[in-house]
């Protein structure tokens, strides 16, 4: 369970992608707050007697190893080994780091033109600016309702989303590689699905060596802790493993215990080590600033919010009771800065707005909204399951940011990278046609194509789909892996075991119906039998 087999993996670099990379990480790590403590507490070493000045590198590294900075220095390392993007060539455009592919980064160009095109249209026909500081009266009527806006019935009917799941579909079903030919005039040998762009995805076999901790013969939670014997000695022995784990405070450690799921008690702790969210004292202060934002300014992207909770998780079994929360969380990471760093590594980047009156003028162009994510059809759900574990508004908020600039953004994002949403998309169309062919071709006759129906689950990484727990179980070991495509696997696993009935559906309203309701799936017997008992 030690973190050295994960880092073996980036040790094989080879030397100047290596040297490329430490380079990288410490440019991104200096300037920051652990940077800055890590030398206040540097200097105030220097006054002890156990740091002496002709030996003061190996004493002074030795007193960090001790005091635990060492172990803070390495967690902050492996967070930005997570999220760092493949470096190419050190003279590559930034452009071509974000992404590789310019037929992509067209694509994903002309879709932030028409969101942020959708978002003016609206700001023009309600005569509504897109900012606006509040009223002294204002400010104090929400700051008195922070923690009952659920409560508060604003006008939403006029406000629409700016795009759903759906929408974002039919662009990805356009997308197309010019210089690419398929070479099959008659389509025979082609793709049955929806997705037509040459990326290379893994197949079953490669997705088995990737996720081997979920083999038959791994024990894992969401299986072998639901035997009807209490307790299970299994469990007993992982949350004991569990505790040692976050004791050790290391990040790759906990990334790796996740990998056959993290036990009830111990998942707020765990996910926070492993994305590396301390929740100290400068963090806290952090989200009041945020929060201070909300009181003062208020933005179009509100009521969009508002009207998405309203629409979403306030009509959800599971999260309708987290309502007020979903509004602090998500009306405070509008207005996060902090945000904007994630476009590094992202396909996407952020939308402008200008000035009143200073129009195509960049000098006077500003982010809009200040993160620079527009949210669409379902947002909220991203942070509706985070409710569950953290019920203190700063750790909540911190933990959702994580899990936002690491996993989310790249279910909406059009990109060639292999936990994008493209790439699930192929995975998931590849999968079904190739283990389930006569079902992939029964529902295209119907015109009932499968990646019509699964899209929104993939999108919102199942949450509103799954039973709490369940979801819980799947988001564990999307964090152990590092990757989304466990998504595309369950989303393909789902379609096999409903399939007998979906063969039996003759529109794609009766396939839609057989598939409505997954709150009774157990997601780790699917992804098992699918993954491990299917036969090649």
């Known amino acids: 369970m030690e973190p050295e087999s994960e880092l073996e ?317 979903l509004y602090q969380v998500l009306l405070c990471f509008s207005r996060d800065a902090l945000v904007l760093d994630h476009f590094n590594y992202s396909s996407a980047s952020p939308p402008k707005s200008y000035i009143k009156g200073k129009v195509a003028l960049e000098d006077y162009a500003v982010v809009y909204p200040p993160n620079g994510v527009v949210p669409f059809h379902g947002f909220a759900m991203y942070v509706a399951p985070l409710c569950f574990l953290y019920h203190e508004p700063s750790k909540l908020y911190q933990v959702f940011r994580e899990m936002y600039v690491r996993f989310f953004f790249r279910l909406h994002n059009i990109s060639s990278h292999s936990s994008g949403i493209v790439s699930l998309c192929l995975v998931f169309e590849t999968l079904v046609q190739t283990y389930l062919p006569q079902l992939f071709y029964h529902l295209r006759e119907i015109g009932a194509q499968p990646l019509r129906i699964s899209f929104k689950w993939m999108v919102r990484a199942f949450s509103g789909y799954l039973a709490t727990d369940q979801l819980l179980f799947l988001w564990d070991r999307i964090l152990g892996y590092n990757s989304l495509e466990i998504l595309a696997v369950l989303a393909a696993a789902v379609f096999a075991y409903r399939a007998e009935n979906l063969m039996e559906a003759t529109s794609l309203a009766a396939a839609e119906a057989i598939l409505a309701d997954l709150s009774t799936l157990q997601v780790m017997p699917l992804l098992q039998l699918f993954l491990f008992a299917t036969s090649n």
């Open 9 to 325: 993996e980036d040790s094989e670099l080879d030397p100047r992608q290596l040297s490329l990379t430490i380079a990288c990480i410490v440019q991104r790590l200096r300037g920051s707050q652990l940077h800055s403590e890590l030398e206040r507490e540097a200097r105030t070493s220097l006054h002890k007697t156990e740091v002496r000045l002709e030996s003061l590198k190996e004493d002074l590294k030795e007193f960090l190893r001790k005091s635990g900075w060492e172990k803070k220095l390495q967690n902050a390392v492996y967070r930005e080994l997570n999220v760092l993007p493949e470096l190419g060539h050190a003279c590559s455009p930034a452009e071509h780091i974000k992404e590789g592919l310019m037929y992509i980064r067209r694509a994903q160009i002309n879709w932030e033109k028409r969101v942020l095109k959708s978002l003016n249209s609206m700001c023009t026909e309600m005569s509504i600016p897109l900012a606006k500081k509040r009223s002294a009266d204002e400010q104090k009527e929400l700051l008195h309702k922070w923690n009952e806006m659920g409560t508060d019935e604003p006008d939403l009917s006029r406000f629409r989303p700016v795009y759903a799941p759906k929408d974002f579909l039919e662009v990805l079903i356009n997308l197309r590689n010019p210089n690419f030919d398929g070479g099959d005039p008659t389509g025979l040998n082609g793709s049955w699905g929806l997705i037509n762009v040459p990326l290379k995805v893994k197949d079953l076999p490669a997705l088995r060596n990737l996720y081997t901790e979920l083999g038959l013969n791994y024990e894992q939670l969401g299986i072998d802790d639901s035997m009807q014997i209490s307790p299970e000695p299994f469990e007993i022995e992982y949350i004991r493993l569990g505790q040692k784990v976050l004791s050790k405070k290391d990040s790759a450690a906990a990334q790796q215990y996740v990998r056959q799921g993290c036990p009830t008690t111990l998942r707020a702790d765990m996910w926070a080590l492993i994305l590396n969210v301390t929740n100290q004292l400068a963090d806290s202060l952090y989200y009041e600033q945020l929060k201070s934002n909300v009181i003062q300014h208020d933005l179009l992207v509100d009521n969009l919010i508002y009207k998405d909770v309203k629409l979403t998780a306030s009509n959800d079994d599971y999260y309708f009771v987290f309502e007020d929360y």
